[in-house]
């Protein structure tokens, strides 16, 4: 079966320091993956999704960024966390080409707070 | 453009008390599908539900049922007999051709015993 584990589960740093957030996917292959934030109060924002190794489309210029090392791993990083950057960000995949149509796996999330 | 509206940010009821939770979406594609999610305090968002543009059959499930009229362009839920393990926050989502979701800004819902 597939699963997608995400973490950490929480996370507290602060303003100016790098950030690295993992999220592996398990039992299927060459999933589309996407991370998206969720800010207090605000529904769920696409940041970044991938449909393959090294492929990163960006929804939202912002100070993240993203990468995809190996078929089933997406990181998403910083070089230097702001405030602003303070939210829940979650991992999804769904199975391509049109996979998204039967809906997202999500992971577990990674509750981020910048102080 | 593309957009999802959920109008109700918080809703307590009483368990055992009927609740609807509102979802009004925009698209100008003739074919899209609309999702509900539930996010449970873990964090973690569980699929409830998708509906298709060209099913407007409304559908049951267990407590669960969804009323999709495309009319009002609208996507609504229904818990009936609330219960404690319903308390989450509650996503409505919509895909068109572009593939991506847009999600609303979900709606908190408090069951109290």
């Known amino acids: 079966s597939q699963t997608i584990h995400q973490w950490p589960a929480t996370l507290v740093q602060p303003v100016g320091s790098p950030l690295s957030l993992e999220c592996t996917v398990e039992?299927?292959?060459?999933?589309?993956l996407y991370w998206y934030r969720q800010a207090a109060g605000r529904g769920l924002q696409l940041l970044f999704y991938s449909v393959g190794i090294g492929q990163i489309s960006s929804e939202v210029p912002q100070n993240l960024s993203a990468s995809r090392p190996q078929d089933r791993q997406f990181i998403l990083s910083s070089k230097k966390l702001l405030l602003s950057d303070s939210g829940f960000y979650l991992c999804a995949w769904s199975v391509p080409p049109t996979g998204a149509r039967d809906g997202y796996t999500f992971g577990s999330g990674t509750r981020l707070t910048v102080v | 453009a593309q957009k999802v509206t959920q109008a109700q940010t918080e809703i307590s009821v009483v368990e055992k008390e009927d609740v609807t939770l509102d979802c009004v979406y925009e698209?100008?594609?003739?074919?899209?599908?609309l999702f509900w999610y539930k996010q449970p305090p873990s964090g973690e968002l569980v699929f409830l539900i998708r509906r298709n543009s060209f099913d407007e059959q409304n559908e049951i499930s267990g407590r669960y049922s969804w009323n999709f009229q495309k009319s009002t362009s609208s996507f609504n839920f229904t818990i009936t007999a609330s219960q404690v393990v319903d308390s989450a926050v509650y996503f409505c989502?919509?895909?068109?051709?572009?593939?991506?979701?847009?999600f609303g800004t979900g709606t908190r819902l408090k069951v109290l015993a």
């Open positions: 989502a919509l895909i068109d051709g572009t593939y991506k979701y847009i």
């Open positions: 039992g299927t292959s060459n999933p589309n």
């Open positions: 698209t100008r594609d003739t074919t899209y599908y």
